[in-house]
Structures are given as C-alpha cells and as structure tokens.
C-alpha cells in the first residue's frame, strides 16, 4: 500500500512537447505538494494544495499549472517542456496544520532533450 | 519569507565517530523544524523533528537541538554506521501557512 503514488516515474521527452505527472495520496490528508529536485538535490516546493485549493504558488512559470480534482490527487501538467524543466519532481502530502509530517511519493524522473 | 541556510553541503566521517550538521534559518515565526533523509534514488524521509517549545529531542543515535534565540538547530547522528550514508535536508516552517522550506541538503558519507 504505497501512501503517496506518482506516475509516471520515469519520463524522457523532446523540448516542447507537453507532459503530465499524476499524483494520488491515500493517507486521507488535506494538504498535497510538488516539490521539485534538481541535480544539486535542492528541494524546492512548487505549489501547495489544501482541500483541492490553491494555497502556495511559488515563482513557477505559468508552463506549469497543477490540478486538484479532489483533496486525494494533484496533478502536475507542464507545456512548452525546456531543458531546464529536467529533475526529479515529487509529490507529498501532509495533514493540514503545524508540525505534520510531510510524506514524499517516490519522485517522478523527469528528462528533457 | 523563510530562508534556510544548511552546512555543511558535504560531510565524511570515519564510521563510528559522530556527524553533526547545522542549520539557521530567519523567520522568527518558525517553530517547527523537521529533518528527512534522502537515500539515493529515493525519497526524502522523516528522520526526527522537534517543535519550537523544546530545546533538544534524542530518538537513538540521532538526536535535534534547538535555540530559538540564535534561530539555528542541529542534527547529531552518533556512532555512525555505513547506512547513514545519505542526503539530509534540515526545514523550517511556521504556523501560518504551512510551508516547509528545506536547506540545501547535506551529503554525508560514512567511511569506512
């Protein structure tokens, strides 16, 4: 029983084209993350979801845009793909409120040539 | 906003001696301060977190210190074996908005 799934996990795709990672969490939270890795490991978040709402939206481009279609799942789609857009992007979740543990999914391998 | 600041980026230490690495941060609204692990190839775990109203929390051979006055903590990994080999992200985060903000990361390699 994985908590907070991503597909797909690995994904090599042309500049420009458009790309989805989906994302699907059942530990019943309210709160959903994409977080993206570069090759240094930073951690960066991206965009925060609390109960299918948009609540944290971070200097991403607007080629990004997340889709909440109920508190369990956020997708991430991403159009006009560029070199720079390669890393690792992972989705978590967390139970709304101070002090919760943040639950990563396994990270979806994102390359763009 | 939070901005973290972690070190160091790299870490070795023979196996069996002691690791600490250390984190600021600048919101003084912070208060509470996770720390994950990252094995390669996988994901970033918790590995221990402590809240603002405590100074030092010990969970075996890896244990957190707090001083808010400073605004830094740290983490102390003991007696170190080959599997603590890892990339650890100290965070912060404060009540308003729930956003955790991680450091850098640390790579610490364990010797043998």
């Known amino acids: 029983d994985t908590a907070v799934s991503q597909t797909p996990k690995y994904l090599v795709t042309q500049m420009g084209n458009d790309k989805s990672i989906k994302c699907e969490q059942n530990?019943?939270?309210?709160?959903m993350y994409w977080y993206k890795q570069d090759s240094k490991k930073f951690l960066k978040i991206m965009f925060s979801y609390n109960n299918k709402e948009l609540i944290i939206n971070e200097t991403v481009p607007n080629r990004f845009s997340p889709k909440s279609p109920d508190k369990a799942h956020l997708n991430l789609h991403i159009n006009s793909l560029e070199l720079g857009d390669s890393a690792v992007y992972f989705c978590?979740?967390?139970?709304?409120?101070?002090?919760?543990?943040?639950?990563f999914g396994e990270g979806s391998w994102l390359t763009v040539v | 906003g939070e901005n973290v600041e972690q070190h160091p980026s790299t870490l070795s230490v023979q196996e069996g001696d002691s690791a600490v690495i250390k984190c600021t941060y600048s919101d003084s609204a912070s208060n509470y301060f996770p720390w994950y692990k990252q094995e390669l190839g996988k994901r970033p775990q918790l590995i221990i977190d402590i809240r603002s109203n405590v100074g030092e929390k010990k969970d075996q051979r890896i244990a957190v210190t707090l001083n808010k006055t400073a605004k830094h903590f740290s983490l102390h990994i003991t007696e170190t074996q080959p599997e603590d080999s890892a990339v650890y992200f100290c965070a912060a985060s404060n009540r308003q908005d729930d956003k955790i903000i991680f450091g850098k990361g640390t790579r610490l390699h364990i010797l043998p």
């Open positions: 978590a979740s967390s139970q709304a409120g101070l002090g919760n543990t943040i639950y």
């Open positions: 530990l019943g939270h309210d709160t």
